[in-house]
């Protein structure tokens, strides 16, 4: 059984662009969340998808947002990226509430 | 807010030993608790998982110990070996909440001399 995956793995971006990341989760798994990691602020949460429905949203400005497909794929756009959203974006995929959560390798964005 | 902390931001131990990683968290609430293992380059990997209503639950060679009326969450490795060596992650999530409410810890650093 394939694992969370996520692509690409390592993004160079110019401050003011915009940024797409995707997330294909476990066969079967509907719940999908996205996390941002940094060494200053460790694992921060973004939003949550189940079924296509946004469930929850973190504390992070309107330039981030995201989305789920009917096939539970998930995208996340960040876009007028600035050097601090400089992370590693980490995807995570559940079966449903309260259940085990499962991560993929992340996406690894340098803002210059 | 409400958040969870770890007591030890690193911890060094002997190959073959046994290792003690504590958590502390602040969220009554919080009904479920997962560790994570993260090693370099890679993202959190699932270790094991308590529920609110036990107070300990064995793996391979992990445990993990629940204390409720301090709050405070551990991971036991035992005879902890060179690949082990990783940030490890407490994270907890509140009562009915999805699992966008999984609240991190800001991790402990376990290396294991040879």
């Known amino acids: 059984k394939a694992g969370v995956t996520q692509t690409p793995r390592y993004l160079i971006k110019t401050r003011g662009q915009q940024v797409t990341l995707s997330c294909s989760p476990i066969?079967?798994?509907?719940?999908v969340s996205w996390y941002q990691q940094t060494p200053g602020q460790g694992l921060q949460f973004l939003f949550e998808y189940f079924s296509e429905t946004q469930r929850n949203k973190g504390n992070f400005p309107g330039r981030f947002s995201g989305r789920q497909f009917s096939n539970s794929r998930s995208e996340m756009n960040v876009s007028t990226l600035e050097l601090g959203d400089s992370a590693l974006y980490l995807c995570?995929?559940?079966?449903?509430?309260?259940?085990?959560?499962?991560f993929g390798q992340g996406t690894r964005l340098t803002v210059v | 807010g409400e958040s969870v902390g770890l007591h030890l931001p690193t911890l060094s131990v002997q190959e073959g030993d046994n290792s003690i990683i504590n958590c502390a968290y602040s969220?009554?609430?919080?009904?479920?608790f997962i560790w994570y293992k993260q090693e370099s380059g890679k993202g959190p990997q699932f270790i094991i998982d308590i529920r609110s209503n036990m107070d300990k639950r064995q793996g391979q060679r992990v445990t993990v110990l629940l204390n409720k009326t301090v709050k405070h969450l551990s991971l036991q490795i035992a005879a902890t070996q060179p690949g082990d060596s990783a940030v490890y992650f407490c994270?907890?999530?509140?009562?009915?909440?999805?699992?966008?409410?999984?609240?991190f810890g800001k991790g402990t650093k376990l290396s294991v001399k040879p």
């Open positions: 969220n009554s609430a919080s009904d479920y």
């Open positions: 066969s079967g798994h509907r719940s």
């Open positions: 994270a907890e999530m509140m009562g009915g909440g999805s699992q966008g409410n999984l609240i």
């Open positions: 995570a995929s559940s079966w449903g509430m309260n259940t085990e959560a499962f």
